[in-house]
């Protein structure tokens, strides 16, 4: 991949813009999932934005293809509803997308937990932000497995809310590029026994759904499903975090 001329260093272009101050940056892309960082874990890997590669100026019009089975599976009747295309209900829903879009691109390899993720894709002009608060501040003092799948590892809050922080993502249509129900709602608004299932039975979930499952490690499981049971029942305090 040739990225020389096509690609802008992130710093460079967000300080350019003026609602951009803070050590908090947040990038939010076409599918309105929204990734936070802090900017002293990503500066020294020197973070691109890649707007073209080769030939190719508007990373856009590069895309793979899906279909969801359901847009939520407690209620089964609910396709994606038509919308550019002709469809009838009882056809085949239309096709959804995920362009490449602009992304991020570490010019020095960075840890795992910068690993290329759907978020750093599908990027625009407007998606980045800096803040001078942490946006998922509500989130922060859960027990640090339980930190690490909400954010970097299983990505629940750049998708989901969750203590009224993170995000509310979308598919994305494939001719209109415009959003397509399918949201990603608060975790503590799923009917209880949809949030015991997701999380105790991901593979056959992901399977009904037309999704690739995305598991949650043993060891957050368990206090993941608690914290948000308790969310929702308006207790926000869980198990505090032991150590840093
Ligand atoms: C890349 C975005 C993204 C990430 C990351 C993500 N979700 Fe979702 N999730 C969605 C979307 C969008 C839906 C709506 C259903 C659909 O169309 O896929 C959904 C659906 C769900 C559902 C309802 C499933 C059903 O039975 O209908 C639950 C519960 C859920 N997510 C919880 C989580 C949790 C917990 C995490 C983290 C471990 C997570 N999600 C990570 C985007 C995401």
């Not at 942490?134 to 203590?163: M, W």
């Not at 299932?197 to 995305?214: L, S, Y």
């Amino acid at each position: 991949m040739s990225v020389s001329r096509r690609c802008f260093y992130l710093f460079t272009t967000i300080a350019r813009k003026s609602c951009c101050i803070g050590r908090f940056i947040v990038l939010t892309n076409i599918h309105g999932e929204r990734q936070v960082w802090r900017r002293e874990q990503i500066e020294r890997y020197q973070p691109a934005i890649v707007i073209g590669i080769d030939d190719e100026k508007n990373l856009f019009r590069l895309s793979t293809f899906f279909r969801m089975h359901h847009e939520y599976s407690w209620r089964p009747g609910s396709q994606p509803p038509p919308l550019a295309m002709p469809w009838r209900p009882g056809s085949q829903p239309p096709p959804l997308a995920m362009p490449l879009g602009a992304f991020i691109y570490f010019l020095k390899e960075p840890p795992q937990e910068l690993a290329a993720q759907s978020w750093h894709f599908g990027l625009t002009e407007d998606s980045f932000r800096r803040f001078k608060d942490d946006p998922l501040k509500a989130i922060r003092d859960v027990p640090q497995d339980v930190e690490q799948a909400l954010t970097f590892r299983n990505g629940c809050v750049y998708c989901h809310s969750f203590r009224g922080a993170g995000s509310r993502s979308h598919h994305v249509q494939a001719l209109t590029g415009k959003a397509q129900g399918g949201f990603a709602l608060r975790l503590e608004s799923y009917p209880p026994e949809v949030w015991r299932e997701f999380i105790f039975n991901q593979t056959a979930v992901a399977r009904k759904m037309g999704a690739t499952p995305n598991i949650v490690t043993e060891a957050a499981r368990q206090t993941l499903f608690e914290l948000v049971e308790r969310s929702r029942r308006g207790e926000v305090a869980g198990p505090a975090r032991q150590s840093k």
